[in-house]
């Protein structure tokens, strides 16, 4: 039996909804200053350098999706990672990524070498 065939569209779906939250660049900066801990909209705004509009809507976007908590005090929200396994996931990404670029420079290195240098 295919995979296709033995998973659901719901599921395949929600799957590729899941990943497309972290193809945002912004969603990817706000996780990596969340890594230490919870923070407050505020502090999100000034290590983004962007508007508060801004980093409230992919907070609420990560917030529906389950990778984000958060609690209010007063009138400041605070929001933290609520699934870990989200830091796992980006570090395998990166260590693939960093594995193909070790990999290309080692061919450019070897294409350099083959070839002679160049003056």
């Not at 200053?33 to 990560?62: I, P, W, Y």
């Not at 529906?64 to 980006?90: F, N």
Request: hydrophobic share 40%; proline share 2%; with cysteine.
């Amino acid at each position: 039996m295919e995979l296709t065939q033995s998973v659901s569209q719901e599921v395949i779906q929600q799957l590729a909804d899941y990943f497309s939250i972290l193809s945002e660049p912004m969603r990817l900066r706000i996780l990596t200053f969340l890594r230490d801990g919870e923070k407050c909209v505020q502090e999100l705004v000034e290590a983004t350098q962007t508007s508060q509009a801004n980093v409230s809507k992919h907070l609420k976007v990560m917030l529906q999706a389950g990778i984000l908590s958060r609690r209010t005090v007063g009138t400041s929200a605070y929001y933290w990672v609520e699934d870990p396994l989200i830091y796992e996931l980006c570090n395998l990404v990166c260590h693939r990524l960093a594995a193909r670029i070790e990999q290309q420079a080692q061919e450019f290195r070897d294409f350099s070498l083959a070839n002679g240098r160049v003056s």
